[in-house]
């Protein structure tokens, strides 16, 4: 019976794995998953599921016990006029809409990108600098604490003690340990070595960045940040805001601020390369910057200084330098231009993504991930 539960429920997330694939693109701009994020798992809203329930046919008579006349309402129930007394309301002719919340871990939603936008895995560059030591309870010691003897191991050396020294009778088979004899689960120490990655966030905040081009970058951050975590063991995420300046900032105030003056994108650029100079050595860490614009930059000049800057400094401590243009109404997009023509689509160290809408989410994700870089 427990067999069969388990294979029904295995099959059931099989049937909801199925469907999120298929409705990739409208799951990937539900926003309002963030709201169910926990540590590992988001909740995913799944309506339009039918609940299986009875069904009766016409013919409804039955043979039942007790006593009754022929026309006795069935106790607890009225008559179909509605004239019996009873609680509750009137059932409705209208069906009712059946929602489910199915919970998935990070690591499925990243399996289920995978498969459908068919990313390849990353080969980590740099040195394994990560460690984490793993205690785990596989060898046997004659010393230890009363809560971890191993009774199995213990009664086995008594035995071999009684035998060994003739005392053991085969028709009166006491076995009693004695000190010597006592066996515990003790524990050997594994030291893991993991690759580890950071994600640098860059977002322009000024005016012509509004509420809708935040949702859009909030959302693809969150799948680029699934992905990364379901390839490495250890994933930092670092976030920078600017306008005419930049600073490092927290998550919630990445997402949060809003600015009203000019834009100088080489502000945030310089901050990236400072905060890779302190913190993540190019040897040990997979590095990865991401930057969300409008495309508006101040002057010609700071796009010149922006390019140097990666051509001479960045794009030899980075895997991949990743620009997403969110496109607005008030934004000239003219950046993702200059950087098209700097480096080009051969030059795999650059990737550079258009979003016009949240449908186009989707298609970004897959322009920075599926280099596997």
């Not at 429920?9 to 794995?17: D, E, G, L, P, T």
């Not at 100088?264 to 990865?288: F, G, H, R, V």
Request: proline content about 5%.
């Amino acid at each position: 019976m427990i067999g069969g539960v388990k294979r029904d429920h295995a099959r059931f997330r099989q049937i909801i794995k199925g469907k999120i694939k298929q409705d990739l693109k409208k799951y990937i701009q539900h926003s309002e998953m963030f709201g169910r994020k926990g540590k590992d798992t988001v909740s995913i809203p799944m309506p339009q599921i039918d609940i299986p329930r009875f069904r009766f046919g016409s013919n409804q008579g039955g043979v039942g016990q007790g006593k009754g006349d022929s026309g006795d309402p069935v106790p607890g129930q009225g008559d179909p006029d509605g004239d019996q007394p009873g609680e509750g309301q009137k059932a409705g002719k209208e069906g009712g809409e059946h929602g489910l919340e199915v919970e998935f871990t990070l690591q499925e939603l990243a399996e289920i990108l995978a498969e459908e936008l068919e990313l390849p895995k990353i080969e980590p560059r740099g040195q394994k600098n990560l460690k984490s030591k793993v205690d785990k309870y596989t060898a046997i010691a004659s010393q230890g604490p009363n809560s971890l003897r191993h009774f199995k191991r213990t009664f086995k050396e008594a035995l071999k003690r009684q035998i060994a020294s003739g005392i053991y009778n085969p028709d009166k088979p006491i076995i009693i340990p004695i000190k010597k004899d006592m066996r515990y689960r003790s524990w050997k120490s594994d030291i893991n070595h993991e690759n580890s990655a950071v994600i640098i966030y860059m977002m322009d905040v000024s005016g012509s960045m509004g509420d809708e081009q935040k949702d859009i970058v909030r959302t693809e951050t969150f799948w680029i940040n699934t992905w990364l975590k379901s390839q490495y063991k250890g994933v930092e995420a670092r976030y920078i805001i600017h306008d005419a300046t930049a600073k490092e900032v927290d998550e919630d105030t990445f997402f949060r601020t809003r600015e009203s003056g000019g834009t100088l994108i080489s502000s945030a650029y310089k901050l990236c390369e400072q905060i890779i100079n302190q913190d993540y050595p190019p040897s040990d860490w997979n590095i990865y910057p991401f930057h969300f614009s409008d495309g508006d930059n101040w002057s010609t000049e700071d796009t010149k200084v922006c390019i140097d800057l990666m051509k001479n400094s960045l794009l030899a401590k980075v895997n991949v330098f990743c620009y997403g243009q969110v496109d607005s109404r008030y934004g000239s997009g003219q950046f993702y231009k200059d950087l098209m023509e700097s480096f080009g689509p051969e030059d795999e160290s650059v990737i550079c993504s258009r979003i016009e809408n949240k449908d186009g989410i989707l298609q970004s994700i897959k322009d920075f991930l599926g280099k596997g870089k």
